[in-house]
C-alpha cells in the first residue's frame, strides 16, 4: 500500500501524551491492526478533545509536543494511526523507541523546533485542525491555516528516508536482501 503524507491534521497540544493513551494495553491481544482502528487515542485526556468525533475520522497528520509515543515499546501505537490513515506525526520530539518504530513501519515522525510548532498550533481552526502537506524529498511541510500558509524544514537520516521510502522496515529488507 502506497501512504500519502499530509492531509488534514489533528492538533494535539499536549505534551508527554504516552502509548497508553495512543492505544490502550487492554487492546494488545488484538491480533490484527484492523482490529485496533476504533481505539485510536480511546484514553487521551485532552480538553476539546474527542476520540470519536469528526477531526480525528478525518485526520491525516498528527501534530503536538514534545516527548510524543512516551511509555512502552509497543508497535502497537505506530500501529493504530497506520490502520487509521495516519501516516504522519510531528512533533518537537518523540520517545526513541516509538519513533524508530514509525519509521520500520513505514511511516514519517517529523520533529520539528518548539517556535515551528507553536506557530502551527496557532494556526488550527476552530476544531483543533489544519491543512499539512509533507514534500519528503525536499524535507518539506506546508501548512494551511487560517490565515497563511507556512513551510518548514525538517531532518530525517538518509537510512530513516530510506525506509519511509520503501513502506517499511519489511520491504526495505524484502527489495535489497
Not at 67 to 95: K, L, M, Q
Not at 102 to 124: H, Y
Not at 149 to 177: C, H, N, Q, T
Request: hydrophobic share 40%; proline share 3%.
Amino acid at each position: 500500500m502506497k501512504k500519502t503524507f499530509g492531509g488534514p491534521a489533528i492538533v494535539l497540544d499536549r505534551s508527554d501524551i504516552n502509548t497508553d493513551e495512543i492505544i490502550p494495553a487492554k487492546y494488545l491481544t488484538e491480533v490484527t491492526k484492523e482490529a485496533l482502528k476504533p481505539y485510536c487515542l480511546e484514553d487521551l485526556k485532552l480538553e476539546g478533545f474527542d476520540a470519536n468525533g469528526e477531526v480525528l475520522k478525518k485526520a491525516r497528520v498528527v501534530v503536538t509536543r514534545e516527548n510524543f509515543g512516551c511509555g512502552s515499546s509497543r508497535e502497537h501505537a505506530p500501529w493504530v494511526f497506520e490502520v487509521n490513515d495516519i501516516h504522519t506525526v510531528i512533533a518537537e520530539s518523540y520517545a526513541r523507541i516509538f519513533r524508530q518504530n514509525m519509521f520500520n513501519c513505514g511511516m514519517l515522525a517529523i520533529e520539528l523546533p518548539k517556535s515551528d510548532i507553536d506557530a502551527l498550533m496557532l494556526e488550527k481552526d476552530a476544531n483543533g485542525a489544519i491543512d499539512i502537506q509533507v514534500q519528503l524529498q525536499e524535507q518539506k511541510v506546508v501548512a494551511k491555516g487560517n490565515g497563511q500558509e507556512m513551510s518548514f524544514v525538517f531532518e530525517i537520516s538518509p537510512f530513516d528516508k530510506a525506509l519511509v521510502e520503501a513502506g517499511g522496515w519489511v520491504e526495505y529488507a524484502d527489495a535489497r536482501y
